[in-house]
């Protein structure tokens, strides 16, 4: 697979507590040189970064990040707030306690409003797939599904594991029509990115791809 075709389809990502608006600059700086899908960016440097790079690059920001129990009113808050200050893609948690209780209902709510907060950006949602068992995984697929966001998304790279090849396949056999496939979190190489991709994951979540390809 063309190297140029892989970091197209890259959130290229710096989340850690410690970033500073300098490092967010060179993340941008590397994901316009080499036409990353966008960067995935702290909330707090989100009007910066957009700023900084115009529309030379998409801006992606998180939501209820990393733990996703933050109340549903707080979710929207971030994610009006994240679009006024210019994001173009918004990852939100979703709220795993209520998923393993069987509220359901709750889940799906939460994600229409959030949907409906992020005025017509991408949503991706994130469903912390190590910490759920298989059916929880394809409960997860159906209610993204239904809520009319744009993708599910494997992890957020902060908890005990991240992507799994047998995910991405579990994804692609329970997601509707029209919901892509994000995964993200332990993504080390190029051969991982290829693997992810050919099992049907669009945009992949990863800091590594960028760092190998300037290496080369």
């Known amino acids: 697979m063309d190297i140029k075709e892989i970091l197209s389809k890259c959130d ?21 040189k080499y036409h990353t899908a966008s960067v995935c960016i ?7 970064a957009k700023e900084y790079v115009g529309e030379k690059m998409k801006i992606c920001t998180v939501t209820g990040f990393p733990n996703g ?13 994240a679009v006024r200050n210019g994001a173009d893609e918004i990852d939100m948690v ?24 992020c005025e017509g950006k991408i949503l991706k949602v994130i469903i912390e797939t190590c910490l759920l068992t298989e ?12 809520s009319g966001a744009d993708f599910i998304k494997t992890s957020t790279g902060f908890s005990k594991s991240g992507a799994a090849p047998e995910d991405i396949k579990l994804f692609t056999e329970h997601v509707g029509e029209g919901v892509k496939i994000k995964a993200a979190g332990g993504i080390s190489s190029v051969e991982d990115a290829e693997e992810f991709i ?19």
Not at 42 to 48: A, L
């Open 94 to 117: 979703i709220n795993i306690g209520m998923l393993r209780a069987g509220d359901y209902d709750y889940v799906l709510n939460e994600i229409r409003v959030v949907r409906k907060a």
């Open 198 to 216: 050919k099992l049907g994951a669009s945009r992949l979540g990863t800091s590594r791809i960028v760092k190998i390809v300037k290496n080369m």
């Open 12 to 32: 290229h990502t710096l989340l850690l507590q410690t970033a500073t608006f300098d490092e967010i600059k060179a993340i941008c700086d590397d994901a316009v």
């Open 135 to 146: 059916d929880e995984k394809i409960k997860m697929c159906e209610i993204v599904t239904e």
């Open 42 to 48: 702290p909330q707090c440097y989100v009007k910066q």
């Open 69 to 81: 129990n933050s109340t549903t009113a707080s979710k929207v808050f971030e994610t009006e707030d």
